[in-house]
Nanobody, 125 residues
């Protein structure tokens, strides 16, 4: 089970930190990623991390503003979002990819097997 926390309504320029905790399954070692989906749009990759290798990838659209990190002890992943813009408003989903390949940092939804329910982020201008 993946559970996301930390969404909310903020103003443009503000920051939010999303958390995702994995429990009830052997997620240990699986890459974890964040995706977002706005109404009428496809699910979009935001960032992902391979906790075994430390490799991480961030989408160009959020690079320099968003940062992903992981906590193995808590089996959790975080998304620090700074300088939020109205176009960042979406439902943000945490996902786990069922692979133990050391270098793998999947960036497409089809590579992820497990998904959380999402947390809503709204940004007012």
């Amino acid at each position: 089970q993946l559970v996301e926390y930390g969404g909310g309504l903020v103003q443009a320029g503000d920051s939010l930190r999303l958390s995702c905790e994995a429990s009830g399954h052997g997620f240990s070692g699986y890459p974890l990623g964040w995706f977002r989906q706005a109404p009428g749009k496809e699910r979009e990759f935001v960032a992902a991390i391979n906790r075994r290798s430390g490799n991480r990838v961030t989408a160009d659209s959020v690079a320099g503003r968003f940062a992903i990190s992981g906590d193995d002890a808590k089996n959790a992943v975080y998304l620090q979002m700074n300088s939020l813009k109205p176009e960042d408003a979406a439902r943000y989903y945490c996902a786990a990819a069922a692979t133990l390949t050391l270098a793998a940092v999947p960036t497409t939804p089809s590579e992820y097997t497990y998904w959380g329910q999402g947390t809503q982020v709204s940004v007012s201008s």
